[in-house]
Each structure stands twice: as structure tokens, then as C-alpha cells.
């Protein structure tokens, strides 16, 4: 026997961060959601650039996503920082329920209602500064820029000159570009 799913509903929890201002902005951020579309709005309104042209600026904004949406939902809010100075943020993760309602091609049989229970996120960003005691909480980026390049090839064992012929080619100065550096007994490879 087959059912199809015609709905699925979510049970509003309260935001489980306290004290967000009433005229909050809420973007909810789902899996097939655009990231594009999210970012102009919220940075449209961050910066009080609206539809009409006249638009004030929000202070605050949260952005939530549960399930596949999470990851999403974590970038928008990264974006966001670096498009818009001085943001502070508070992170929550919690549970939600989602009901699933399935139904029955045939007439006879009854439907069936599933709730399961998904991860979420909720992410604060807040031009006003927030409570840095509480869990969560992250400070606004300060972007740097390094004092001293030191300029100059970096230190490879012969083990790791042999593992990694480029090693020779890269330079100090490359270093800042890369995300990350993977370490293993053997090898130091740079991942772009």
C-alpha cells in the first residue's frame, strides 16, 4: 500500500535565544532556499535599503534552519558577516517536530500523520552588542591584516619533499590563501 505526502508542518517553538526585539527580522533558511535571495533581502535590510527605497534598518536578524537547511543556514549568517561590519552573533542548536501528513491513494484507507524530530539551528546576528557571558556567543570579526610576510620556502623533511613534489614551489607568503593545513606523519598537504 503507497501513500503520498501532501503536508508537512512545523511545531513553532519559541526562538531559544531571550530577549529578541519584537520587530526582529526572521529568515527562514530551507533546503532549496536560494542563498542569493536571503542575502540581498537580509542585506538590504541590515543596511535600510528596502523594496520601496525608504525602508529603515533592522538592528537584528535571525536566521534558523533545520534538517538539510543547517548548513545553508550557516552560511547565509558567514556571508553576511563579511558583507556587514561589526555583527555580533549567538548560535542555539535545538530540536524541532516535524508532522508529515501521508495520504492514501485509495478512498478506504485512513492516513497517516509522522512526527519525527530534526535538528536545528538559530543564529543571531545583532548590530547592538549582546551578552558575551552567553553560550553561543561569538564577537565581531576583526579583519586583520598580517603586520609581517615572511617570505621564503617552508621547512619540508626530505620525507615530505619526496611525499610532495609542489612543497618546493609554495612559498610563506602563499600560506594566508589557503583554508587549511592537513598534518599526518608523513605529509603537510595544503588545502585550497
Not at 530577549?19 to 533546503?31: N, Q, S, W
Amino acid at each position: 500500500m503507497q501513500h503520498h505526502k501532501i503536508r508537512r508542518s512545523e511545531e513553532r517553538a519559541p526562538f531559544p535565544i531571550p530577549g529578541l526585539a519584537a520587530d526582529i527580522l526572521h529568515m527562514r533558511v530551507k533546503e532549496g532556499s536560494k542563498i542569493r535571495n536571503l542575502l540581498r533581502f537580509a542585506t538590504a535590510r541590515m543596511q535600510g535599503e528596502g523594496e520601496d527605497g525608504g525602508a529603515t534598518a533592522v538592528r537584528q536578524v535571525v536566521f534558523t534552519g533545520l534538517g538539510r537547511g543547517i548548513t545553508k543556514t550557516i552560511t547565509c549568517v558567514e556571508i553576511l558577516k563579511r558583507k556587514v561590519a561589526g555583527l555580533h552573533q549567538l548560535s542555539k542548536l535545538c530540536y524541532m517536530t516535524v508532522n508529515e501528513i501521508w495520504e492514501s491513494p485509495q478512498q478506504d484507507v485512513a492516513g497517516r500523520t509522522v512526527a519525527r524530530t530534526v535538528p536545528a539551528i538559530c543564529i543571531l546576528l545583532s548590530k547592538d552588542p549582546l551578552d558575551p557571558q552567553e553560550l553561543g556567543y561569538q564577537p565581531p570579526q576583526t579583519l586583520g591584516v598580517p603586520t609581517e610576510e615572511v617570505v621564503g620556502p617552508i621547512p619540508a623533511s626530505p620525507c615530505h619533499m619526496s611525499m610532495c613534489p609542489w612543497a618546493r614551489h609554495l612559498t610563506q607568503s602563499c600560506l594566508p590563501i589557503c583554508v587549511s593545513v592537513i598534518e599526518c606523519d608523513r605529509v603537510n598537504v595544503a588545502v585550497v
